[in-house]
């Protein structure tokens, strides 16, 4: 099986300070990647490289087995790759229906997208003139997550999604997120609250200080050194 | 009430102008974040180039408005999107409204080196041969009614963009998070283009309907837009149907007084201030909140050492005491404003740059000082001086008071309307009694100002002036200096770096607000009351709006945080103009581009000038042998100067190469001292530097500070 997203020895840096030192990590289509770590380790890095938002110093980015190293965000959009970043990834001055509007500039009409989210989360349906902005954290998670519903994307890259979020909700959404997997998309999470994404998780990698310091099946043996590493092991 | 309905009925169609140009304003801001001062000015522009394609070489109307509307004017936004604010876009909200403050001075300045000013230019109005239609007891003309239809269409097309296009989406996603629309996959700089046409294109129709019923003059075709703006604040800058009802009100209001205002040699000014009275009333009537999701970065304002400070306090003096010896007399009126006005420059060092409060009106304050000393000081009491520090402080600790509301872009339209209403209506006032006291202001005409007397010595030959002008700025200076050393310095940066925080912290921002206006404008005072002595004949178009732009300018292109800005600002404002033109008389007018040409500049260097060359020159002021040869040189220069040995010329030459050479030669041995110290081991150097500490440390691992309540308080702004 190839990798939909492949990451090649990425270094990125923050105003010269380096925060990733060459990190591997492939994505297969179908797959859920668990990528998990102490506070700082360079998660959200990884993710923001993936989607062009942030430049790697050094490395290769792939996305379906083509070389797209130094795309801008918009190209790798329209590439396929999805990122739902960091907090809400919705315009909260925007309606909820300008929202899904927004989620058609790769591709999809506006009706089809619609379709698909209010299929998926009927609650947005009835939301639908709100301002997202006054939506429920859950409710505007689902606007978040229903961009990688509807818009067809080949990589997901999901940034804590739990985050502020009722472990009840949050295990819906993660529902959702196996589902997307199901239909062929290649799935990299980043979460804190691991317990959350291990349940769907088909691999999982450790990152700390900018390196991928484990990875493999999310077994018990990982999930011990996980809560090593949180409950505090010298970083 | 035929009348009534007359009024009326001029009062709509100057208000759809108004909701023309204003729902541009409102459109840019809200879609982009930038306030667009320029924004009349860009009307204006537009007004002129219709002029001349219509009546300058006779082409066809539709010729001249598509080509206005559909080409320059695209041309323009897209121009002034790519070169003036893309550089900014990241910077702070102080520095983009710098750069469009700096593209209106900049453009009446064009305006008037391409179209001679002092020619009439009649712009006939539209369909003007058709006869005007009756509607009811209503006459109409044809060009009222163009106007209005064109604002009603201008309504409802704008509507529809922005809440039935996908474009309007967009452009309204890239103001609450930029990022994420390009996530989305769609282009956040294509947007901003969007708008950016639009609104020029709104303005450009705005201001060809308004030329043919006012005269073409590019300061008043600017300011026209102070209307405008009141309306757009009506819509409190984001709200297209308020703006529209700003418009009819504004544009009501206006035409009723023009009506009924009864005829006394107090009201004409009222008339003219009227909008920007409106403007003021309305920026305090309707609250506003910033843009959401506007990140702020902070610079951190140098702490000036107060040997540092004396040091330069005694070269601003040096520098007096060479110019006023060194020039001849008509270049000392020439140049004699560049301490005067360095003072009125330096009151934005404690205001905009520790406090942040961005205010356009410093050089009204500066006139309010001037009138004061003119008339208290007509035989140049001392203590008159006195007297215009404290009614200019006065005058701005009661601005303040309103404004205490106000922050960011709003304070800046509530200062440059208060400017508006003192140079068009209080400063046009004859001598009126209030509560008994005669009150004179400037006359309705000048008035004059001498020069003090220093305890028995009469002071009032340009170089005395020019001496004590220097003294004066040296002074002030020091006093700003203190200020940024002491805790209230301390408050202020604070409260520049968050009122929330501030407040928090027990500070009152009321008080802190008051004192910093009032501060500030008695510096400004200060200034105007010695502008004025240098001018000798004051009047009020010295001090308008208009004028005190360019100061603001390069005074932010000098760095508002730094106290030597006020020197600098006196020096570059009037230096490099005024030798230019004396090298090269038919620059004339294009040198009064220079200060709009400067802001722009700001993008690529944003902490301002001084504090590069302060760096610069620190090396010769600390070196032993460098600051005694400088020295001595110039003084020997000087002497050979005033004995007639040399010329002014040679003279400047000298003194130049000489520092210079001294400033290179001294930064080499600095490195060279640097490079010793290193090699000798850097465990010396290393204890020197002061440790760093996280700032939740503080207080913890080191001792407490006085400083560390402003570093603390950074922190927890930005946090
Ligand atoms: N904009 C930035 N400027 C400077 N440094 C940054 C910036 N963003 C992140 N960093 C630094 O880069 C490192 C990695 O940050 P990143 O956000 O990728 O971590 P993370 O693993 O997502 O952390 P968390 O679990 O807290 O979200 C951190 O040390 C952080 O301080
Ligand atoms: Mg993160």
């Known amino acids: 099986m190839s990798a939909l997203l492949e990451l090649r020895g990425i270094r990125a840096a923050h105003e010269r300070i380096n925060v990733l030192h060459g990190v591997d990590l492939a994505v297969a289509a179908g797959q859920v990647v668990a990528l998990l770590g102490p506070n700082g380790a360079g998660k959200t890095t990884v993710l923001r490289v993936a989607a062009g938002v942030h ?44 929202n899904l509007l927004m989620m058609t500039f790769t591709g999809r009409s506006r009706a089809e997208i619609e379709e698909i989210a209010f299929t998926r989360f009927p609650i947005l349906a009835k939301r639908a003139s709100q301002q997202a902005g006054t939506l429920s954290g859950g409710e505007q998670q689902m606007l978040a997550l229903a961009r990688g519903l509807a818009t067809d994307p080949a990589v997901l890259l999901l940034d804590e999604l739990s985050m502020g979020l009722a472990p009840l909700v949050v295990g819906r959404l993660y529902e959702q997120v196996a589902e997307i997997a199901r239909q062929g998309v290649a799935v990299l999470v980043v979460e804190q609250f691991a317990a959350a994404v291990l349940g769907i998780a088909d691999h999982a990698a450790v990152l700390v200080r900018g390196r991928v310091q484990r990875q493999g099946h999310p077994d018990s043996g990982l999930r011990a050194e996980l809560s090593a590493l949180y409950m505090g092991s010298p970083l | 009430m ?56 006779g082409w066809p109307v539709p010729v001249a408005l598509v080509l206005v509307l559909l080409v320059l004017a695209p041309a323009f936004a897209l121009l002034v999107e790519r070169a003036v604010l893309r550089p900014v876009q990241a910077l702070g909200e102080a520095e983009r409204l710098v750069m469009t403050v700096a593209m209106l001075s900049g453009l009446i300045a064009a305006a008037r080196w391409i179209w001679d000013p002092n020619v009439a230019r009649p712009l006939p109005t539209f369909f003007a041969d058709r006869k005007p239609f009756h509607l009811g007891p209503a006459t109409v003309t044809w060009h009222q009614a163009i106007t209005m239809a064109v604002a009603v269409a201008v309504a409802i097309g704008l509507r529809v963009l922005m809440y039935r296009t996908r474009t309007g989406a967009e452009m309204r996603a890239t103001v609450d998070d930029r990022a994420l629309v390009g996530l989305a996959g769609a282009r956040p700089v294509r947007a901003n283009q969007v708008a950016w046409i639009l609104g020029t294109q709104l303005a450009a129709i705005g201001g060809i309907l308004i030329a043919p019923t006012v005269t073409l003059d590019a300061s008043q075709l600017s300011l026209l837009i102070v209307s405008a703006y009141t309306a757009a604040v009506f819509g409190r800058l984001r709200s297209l149907p308020m703006t529209f009802v700003g418009a009819i009100v504004v544009g009501c209001m206006e ?22 009275l409106l403007l003021f009333a309305a920026l305090l009537a309707f609250p506003h909140r910033r843009l959401r999701g506007r990140d702020r970065r902070l610079r951190q304002i140098p702490v000036p050492t107060m040997a540092g400070t004396g040091l330069f306090a005694l070269v601003v003096v040096a520098f007096g005491v060479v110019l006023a010896t060194v020039l001849s007399a008509p270049d000392l009126i020439t140049y004699g404003p560049i301490f005067s006005l360095g003072v009125v420059a330096l009151s934005y060092v404690p205001l905009a740059g520790y406090a942040g409060q961005i205010s356009l009106c410093q050089l009204s304050m500066a006139g309010i000082g001037a009138v004061v000393w003119a008339h208290l000081g007509a035989h140049g009491e001392l203590w008159a001086l006195l007297v215009a520090v404290v009614v200019s402080a006065v005058a701005g600790g009661l601005i303040a008071l309103p404004a205490l509301r106000l922050s960011g872009v709003y304070l800046a339209l509530g200062t440059a309307a208060f400017a508006v209403v003192l140079d068009q209506w209080i400063f046009t006032l004859p001598t009126f009694k209030l509560f008994g006291v005669q009150i004179g202001l400037f006359d309705q005409g000048s008035v004059t100002a001498v020069g003090p007397d220093l305890f028995g010595l009469h002071l009032d030959s340009e170089s005395q002036l020019m001496v004590f002008a220097a003294v004066c700025l040296a002074l002030a ?68 709006l208009v004028a005190g732009l360019p100061i603001f300018l390069v005074a932010v292109v000098g760095g508002l945080g730094a106290v030597g800005s006020g020197l600098f600002t006196g020096t570059a404002y009037v230096g490099p103009i005024n030798a230019l033109i004396a090298i090269a008389p038919w620059s004339q007018n294009a040198v009064a581009l220079l200060p709009g040409l400067a802001g722009v500049g700001l993008g690529r260097n944003p902490d301002g000038v001084v504090p590069s060359m302060r760096s610069e020159w620190a090396p010769v002021a600390r070196d032993r042998i460098a600051l005694p040869v400088l020295v001595l040189g110039i003084a020997a220069a000087w002497v050979l100067r005033l004995a007639d040995v040399i010329d002014g010329w040679v003279f400047c030459g000298v003194a130049l190469v000489l520092a210079l050479a001294l400033r290179g030669w001294a930064a080499a041995r600095q490195r060279a001292v640097l490079a010793a110290a290193v090699a000798a081991g850097s465990a010396g150097a290393e204890a020197a530097a002061p440790e760093e500490v996280p700032v939740e440390w503080l207080g913890i691992r080191r001792a407490w500070r006085p400083e560390d309540e402003e570093v603390l308080a950074r922190g927890i702004a930005a946090g």
Not at chain 1, 81 to 94: A, D, K, Q, S, T
Not at chain 2, 259 to 271: D, F, W
Not at chain 2, 497 to 515: F, H, I, P, R, V
């Open chain 2, 2 to 57: 035929d009348q009534f309905i007359t009024f009326g009925i001029v009062g709509l169609s100057t208000a759809a102008i108004y909701a023309v140009i204003g729902s541009g304003l409102v459109l840019t801001y809200s879609t982009t974040g930038v306030f667009n001062f320029a924004h009349g000015a860009a009307g204006m522009l537009a007004a002129f180039c219709y002029w001349q394609f219509t009546v300058g070489w």
């Open chain 2, 477 to 544: 200076s020091i006093g700003v200096a203190a200020l940024r050393r002491g805790r209230f310095g301390r408050r202020l940066i604070a409260l520049r770096d968050s009122e929330a925080a501030y407040a928090t912290l027990g500070g009152n921002l009321l008080l802190a607000k008051a004192l910093v206006f009032a501060l500030a404008s008695g510096i400004a005072g200060l200034g105007g009351a010695l502008y004025g002595m240098q001018l000798q004949s004051v009047s009020a178009t010295q001090f308008n």
């Open chain 1, 55 to 98: 430049p790697a110093a050094s490395g290769r980015l792939l996305v379906g087995g083509r070389d797209v190293t130094g795309a801008d965000p918009r190209r790798l959009a329209r590439a396929g790759v999805c990122l739902i970043p960091e907090g809400r990834g919705v315009f909260p001055n925007l309606t909820v229906r300008d």
């Open chain 2, 255 to 276: 035409s009723y007084l023009a009506g009924y205002l009864p005829q006394n040699a107090y009201l004409p000014g009222l008339r003219l201030a009227a909008p920007a």
